[in-house]
Antibody, heavy 118, light 112 residues
């Protein structure tokens, strides 16, 4: 059974940093692209970032709203996906989902809540 | 960026009656490999999104056959043949043809 379990969400002040983690199981993690998608309270879904491939062929993509502030990474030996977030803004407040797949976006974690507030 | 526009924004439906949601894309969703990467997602209250339909018309594993997807190019439709109480939630279309990935604004399905 595929499982994606996010962690690391917290209350952080504007300008602060946070690292989200996603523990994956139930599939060959290294074979799949992975994504972060967020949902602000009461709002719709917003794609944040994706990482594809493995080894020397990993490619990363970012939404313009987070480019230069967020960094996606993965540790295929530990089946872990990460999102390093810095220079956080109030508008980054959201539930962050870890999502499997490149074209077939087939599994979602339950999310971890990031609140940016002073 | 590809903009996805869903209609209606809200859909009150009587139990047992059909429902239909439209998703229109600002550009063709046909990938260079020839496939169309348009997904439909369901988000029930308090739950993460769940994949219903992929590549515009293929039901994901475990999805009831009352859900169907159709369309090509820039116009897509999700249909529920007979709405059940468990179908309440928000439905999103999402394109995975190009980066950045984008979502429709969502359609809230409610029971009358």
């Amino acid at each position: 059974e595929v499982q994606l379990v996010e962690s690391g969400g917290d209350l952080v002040q504007p300008g602060g940093s946070l690292r989200l983690s996603c523990a994956a199981s139930g599939f060959i993690f290294a074979d799949y692209a992975m994504n972060w998608v967020r949902q602000a309270p009461g709002q719709g879904l917003e794609w944040v970032s994706s990482t594809t491939g493995r080894g020397d062929y990993i490619t990363t993509y970012y939404a313009d709203s987070v480019k230069g502030r967020f960094t996606i990474s993965r540790d295929n030996s530990k089946n872990m996906l990460y999102l390093q977030m810095s220079s956080l803004r109030v508008e980054d407040t959201a539930l962050y989902f870890c999502v499997k797949g490149l074209f077939l976006i087939d599994y979602w974690g339950r999310g971890t809540l990031v609140t940016v507030s002073s | 960026d590809i903009v996805l526009t869903q209609t209606p924004v809200s859909s009150p439906v009587t139990l047992g009656q059909p429902a239909s949601i439209s998703c229109r894309s600002s550009q063709s969703l046909v990938h260079s490999a020839g496939k169309t990467y348009l997904n439909w997602l369901q988000q029930r209250p308090g739950q993460p999104p769940r994949l219903l339909i992929y590549q515009a018309s293929n039901r994901s594993s475990g999805v009831p056959d009352r859900f169907s997807g159709s369309g090509a190019g820039t116009d897509f439709t999700l249909k529920i043949s007979r709405v059940e109480a468990e179908d309440v939630g928000v439905y999103y279309c999402m394109q995975a043809t190009q980066f950045p990935r984008t979502f429709g604004q969502g359609t809230k399905l409610e029971i009358k």
